[in-house]
């Protein structure tokens, strides 16, 4: 989600001494996480699944970190500054989809990859239907959207690194590049997760911290909330400057989208016990709550700031944060802040590094029935290819990349969603459904995205996304398509074990 990162044609100048000497410490708390994973990961299990050894605050802590990526301080806080309340409909559905992704998901994956060895997302579809296409079709789905995302975020972290350091916008690419795949390739997964957890306590602690100055500055929320009414009512009311229809466009896709996020539901395969997920609703949204307070609070302190004329309009609302924390924050804190987005930027790009080689690797050799003898050195391999092609891309593909994000999240939640959130819950998911609902999503999002969303020669009504359309399309095919009553079910057993 660093796409609206994007919008910006680069950040404030950030070179200073104390913010690159954070910086420079932060990469060096990274390279000793990615040293220590490295003597823990001897297989294929440990690269892909951390070995299943996961404890649940380190899990919560992950999550947190792969969904909020750097949107959470640079792309999010400028959504609230230009459109108001209506950007927290991305936020709403966290406890609902938490909740859904620890009762749907986390458990019967959890159990299923025990049982049946399984390590990627694909597997989950292959084993639940019976069907290599199946985990083929969802496989490269996946591979091509996680390519997208890595080229989306890696120019995102290019952009940051351009900006503490001052090396320019290729040499920030690459370095960023360089440090992921590091530590990606010789700790695999393991090295992701802690390094997660290291910059999700960053974040909620620099959250917490930056949304008290915004009320100092403010005059509290009181005062926030005056000053914007005096002009500008409508920032503040139920939908921003949204229309109905696109604020609940967001929830649809954010809240039901979210449970085929494979960076996310990958992570359920790694959990050491299941039986604490009764907790992980709870602390992923207490977690993802109290990292929202910066993407809140200067959103709508520096929309404030700017009516009392303290503030001259943005030039890009991008640089909603980066001009807050210079201006009114101590430059110790906002060196914590900006390396705490390289750092959430960095977390996700390890993830998609780890979930396309495991598709390269492991999932279409399987599904041609060709497995891999050496899955770690293959893994390994695989890591490095998919990165180089992801930074030739974020460097070269000019406004494709920005295509190539938002075509990742619809295809991720199109092709995913009914076949696995769905179909792990419901006997009457059949192959033929699964592997139909893959290709629709796979094709709508494509066709659509392509003709609205990157060649701009087709628009939707008001408020309605690609994304969201290409979601409920998948879920109609799969739920309609004719085939057998189960796959592989029988009447009387449960769906997780009938398998």
Not at 2 to 18: F, I, V
Not at 35 to 40: C, F, G, K, N, S
Not at 314 to 341: R, W
Not at 420 to 433: C, E, K, S, V
Request: hydrophobic share 55%; with cysteine; aromatic share 10%.
């Amino acid at each position: 989600m660093a796409l609206a990162l994007l919008q910006a044609a680069e950040l404030p100048r950030l070179t200073q001494p104390t913010i690159t000497a954070v910086a420079v410490v932060y990469f060096g708390a990274v390279a000793v996480i990615g040293a220590w994973a490295t003597r823990r990961t001897r297989t294929a299990s440990d690269f892909f699944v951390a070995g299943e050894g996961i404890g649940l605050l380190a899990l919560t802590l992950a999550a947190m970190s792969a969904t909020l990526s750097g949107f959470a301080f640079i792309g999010g806080p400028g959504l609230v500054y230009t459109i108001g309340l209506g950007a927290m409909f991305l936020l709403l559905p966290a406890s609902i989809t938490n909740s859904m992704g620890a009762w749907v998901l986390a458990k019967r994956m959890r159990l299923l990859g025990e049982i049946r060895g399984l390590i990627t997302v694909p597997d989950a579809i292959g084993v639940r239907y019976k069907s290599p296409l199946a985990q083929a079709l969802s496989g490269i789905g996946i591979l091509i959207a996680a390519i997208g995302y890595m080229g989306s975020q890696m120019l995102a972290l290019g952009f940051v690194i351009d900006a503490i350091f001052g090396i320019g916008l290729g040499a920030g690419i690459w370095l960023g590049m360089g440090i992921t795949l590091a530590y990606s390739v010789a700790g695999g997964i393991i090295a992701g997760i802690y390094t997660d957890v290291f910059q999700g306590i960053l974040m909620a602690v620099s959250s917490v911290l930056v949304f008290l100055f915004t009320l100092r500055v403010g005059g509290g929320m009181d005062g926030i909330s005056r000053t914007i009414m005096s002009v500008d009512a409508e920032f503040l009311g139920p939908w921003g400057k949204l229309t109905p229809i696109a604020a609940l466009s967001f929830f649809f896709v954010f809240g039901l989208g979210s449970l085929g996020q494979p960076h996310v539901v990958h992570k359920f395969y790694m959990l050491r016990n299941p039986r604490h997920l009764k907790w992980y609703p709870l602390l992923v949204t207490l977690a993802l709550l109290v990292s929202m307070l910066l993407y809140f609070g200067v959103g709508v302190a520096v929309k404030a700031l700017v009516v009392e004329g303290r503030l001259a309009p943005l030039a890009a609302a991008d640089n909603a944060t980066p001009t807050f924390l210079l201006q009114f924050t101590p430059v110790l804190l906002a060196a914590i802040v900006f390396s705490g987005v390289a750092a959430a930027i960095m977390s996700t790009v390890n993830s998609f590094m780890n979930i396309g080689a495991a598709v390269v690797t492991h999932d279409l050799p399987t599904a041609l029935g060709r497995p891999l003898r050496n899955e770690l050195f293959w893994g390994r391999i695989s890591t490095v290819v998919l990165s180089v092609a992801a930074a030739l891309i974020a460097q070269y593909s000019g406004q494709l990349i920005a295509f190539l994000g938002i075509f990742g999240w619809g295809l991720f939640a199109s092709t995913l969603v009914p076949a696995l959130a769905i179909g792990l819950n419901w006997q009457g998911a059949t192959r033929a459904g699964a592997v139909a609902s893959i290709s629709v999503g796979l094709g709508l999002t494509l066709v659509f995205g392509t003709l609205v969303d990157f060649l701009k020669l087709r628009s939707f009504p008001a408020g309605v996304t690609v994304s969201g359309l290409s979601l409920v399309a998948s879920v109609l095919v799969f739920s309609w398509c004719p085939g057998s009553p189960r796959a592989g079910g029988g009447r009387h057993h449960s769906p997780m074990f009938a398998w």
